[in-house]
């Protein structure tokens, strides 16, 4: 009969100890709810386009007529760039979904929870992006148009200046000749 007490209570005794994580685990699973609810079903990406990497598209004119006005705009859009490169590396250092979440946290959801939040991280990632990549072409589009028309322009003008140069050589030869200038249109 001692035999069977000491296995008895040695069973009762594994038992204990084995409720005693799984209490624990659960103690700390309902602590932490809101957190796990966070990341499978609330958890909307505003980390992953706010402070370093909001990245206000810059204001660009329709063209610009001087080169410090070019230096503006070239300047102002090599930032934009540099913020939206770094907004990018750190989407792509998010992934596999799942990655951020803390440690402590992963640990205490389901295997579905864990799941649940894959597909929502992913979901999310997929939205940012999509807005980011949608606000970056819109940008990028401006900054093409302005580039082109801006081109235009400075074509034209260092044309017209060519001209008007070879006009006041023709002057000068003229004048060194003793040649009439010529008429005026």
Known sequence: MRKYFFVLAMAVGAVAMADEPA???KSA???????????TSKYDGA?????????????LPTMSRNNRAIKTVETSVANWKECYNGFVSNLNDAMPPGK????????????AEMEQAKAHLNEVYARVGAEASASADKTMAAYEKW?????????????QSEDEEHKMDLMRDNAQRGAAPPVRN
Not at 29 to 39: F, G, M, N, P, V
Not at 147 to 159: C, D, I, L
């Open 147 to 159: 580039s082109k028309s801006t081109e235009a322009y400075v074509r034209q003008s260092n044309s």
């Open 23 to 25: 209490d624990a685990k």
């Open 100 to 111: 951020r979440i803390p440690a402590e946290i992963a640990k205490l959801m389901t295997a």
């Open 47 to 59: 980390d992953l386009s706010s402070g370093q990497f909001n990245c206000k598209a810059p204001s």
């Open 29 to 39: 699973r309902e602590q932490h709810a809101a957190e796990i609810e966070y990341w």
